[in-house]
């Protein structure tokens, strides 16, 4: 079945310093969505990238999607202490007819130490 | 508006024994999706509806998990003969239909079987 990995696992960082997370699927998406999770809380949608090559931003945050529409990367540049959370990236397999079957990777822990 | 709620928040049981966690979706919602999520992993697919109808239901591990929505409103996941290992924190999410990609979340229940 389809997978989506995420590197790196953790990452801690000083506040200012710039963070970037990975995530790569075994199959090809229809779409990437990003979902950040607080500690204790429950994921919330970032952001979601259709087209091959896509690049958005959100203020410090750029969502890349790849040309093969199977990875995609989340940057953040200039962390901040609110930015401490979970990461997943997300996505149906292209091709299929379960719209709503999200696979979410496994997450990258962000830390930002003041 | 009011978000997606679920109940209980927390549940504590033995195992083998049967458990019902709620999801209310966001009104006028048509599609609901179940994850569970455990300890340090991303959310895992389980099921989803559109409207009362499960539309794809190939996450569930197993046919001690069961889930209705009779009124395509909220929903039920079922769980009988619980096991230690279906201890998790179960999330019930939903959009304004299955091809509306971003999926808002509730706060989650955390099921625990001793």
């Known amino acids: 079945g389809q997978q989506v990995m995420q590197i790196p696992q953790y990452q801690h960082v000083q506040e200012g310093e710039d963070f970037t997370t990975y995530c790569n699927s075994s199959t090809t998406l229809s779409n990437i969505q990003w979902y950040k999770q607080r500690p204790g809380g429950h994921p919330v949608f970032l952001i979601q990238l259709v087209k091959s090559g896509e690049v958005k931003k959100q203020k410090r945050l750029t969502f890349q999607f790849g040309e093969a529409k199977k990875n995609s990367s989340l940057h953040i540049t200039a962390t901040q202490t609110t930015d401490v959370g979970t990461y997943f990236c997300a996505g149906p397999n292209a091709g299929g007819t379960s719209y709503g079957k999200l696979t979410f990777g496994q997450g990258t822990i962000l830390t930002v130490h003041p | 508006g009011a978000g997606v709620s679920q109940t209980p928040s927390n549940k504590v049981t033995e195992k083998g024994k049967y458990v019902e966690l709620r999801c209310d979706p966001i009104?006028?919602?048509?599609?609901l999706y179940w994850y569970r999520q455990s300890l340090g992993q991303g959310p895992e697919f389980l099921i989803y509806f559109q409207g009362t109808g499960a539309a794809d239901d190939s996450g569930l591990p197993n046919d001690r998990f069961f889930a209705v929505r009779p009124e395509g409103s909220v929903s039920t996941l079922k769980i009988q003969r619980t096991e230690r290992g279906d201890s998790a924190v179960y999330l019930c999410a939903s959009s304004p239909n299955s091809q509306y990609n971003e999926q808002f979340f509730g706060p989650g229940t955390r099921l625990t079987v001793l």
């Open positions: 009104s006028g919602h048509t599609a």
